[in-house]
T-cell receptor, first 115, second 112 residues
């Protein structure tokens, strides 16, 4: 059951360049999408989110784009820094009557930013 | 900045033993969650908790698992009789009225 897919297990970019991480989803009920950053042996750290009523959200170096018709979202990091090296998880949730709104995660993409 | 905390950071136990994992969510949050990540696999949802009751649970969350909010600050996950396959990182998360969930640092559980 892969409702959220991150098809690239890894990505390597040069410092200063753009990093683009991609995520696809299959469940059309998802209405909220998040990106988390995770270091080994630590918890996921929230980066940025986007509601399904928007197609873009920007926060500093991080921008998330949502293409609802394609069921695709992407995270852009510009400029990339060595400290951005981590595993990035895409997650999605759907509004439920009970208010649970559990997150469904992708498998993650390991980003390496080379100095 | 408020954060979710979890204790212990590591727990080693024998198969069949009970473990209790503890979490202190962000103080004004109302929704609480447990997730786990088995090594090399996805982060997966276990259970959500709101208004002192379970609002949703996954297939993983069977009768061996329970959650409790024993006081105004702690949120616990109990595994009554641990199995080898329960070895994982367990993450607590919480959220307020907005939809963003904030995660704790995790407890690494190893069942021998």
């Amino acid at each position: 059951d892969q409702q959220v897919k991150q098809n690239s297990p890894s990505l390597s970019v040069q410092e200063g360049r753009i990093s683009i991480l991609n995520c696809d989803y299959t469940n059309s009920m998802f209405d909220y999408f998040l990106w988390y950053k995770k270091y080994p042996a630590e918890g996921p750290t929230f980066l940025i989110s986007i509601s399904s009523i928007k197609d873009k959200n920007e926060d500093g170096r991080f921008t998330v784009f949502l293409n609802k018709s394609a069921k695709h979202l992407s995270l852009h990091i510009v400029p990339s820094q060595p400290g951005d090296s981590a595993v990035y998880f895409c997650a999605a949730s759907a509004e439920t009557q009970g208010g649970s709104e559990k997150l469904v995660f992708g498998k993650g993409t390991k980003l390496t930013v080379n100095p | 900045e408020p954060e979710v905390t979890q204790t212990p950071s590591h727990q080693v136990t024998q198969m069949g033993q009970e473990v209790i994992l503890r979490c202190v969510p962000i103080s004004n949050h109302l929704y609480f969650y447990w997730y786990r990540q088995i090594l090399g696999q996805k982060v997966e949802f276990l259970v959500s908790f709101y208004n002192n009751e379970i609002s949703e649970k996954s297939e993983i969350f069977d009768d061996q698992f329970s959650v409790e909010r024993p006081d105004g600050s702690n949120f616990t996950l109990k595994i009554r009789s641990t199995k080898l396959e329960d070895s994982a990182m367990y993450f607590c998360a919480s959220r307020g009225a907005q939809e963003t969930q904030y995660f704790g640092p995790g407890t690494r559980l190893l069942v021998l």
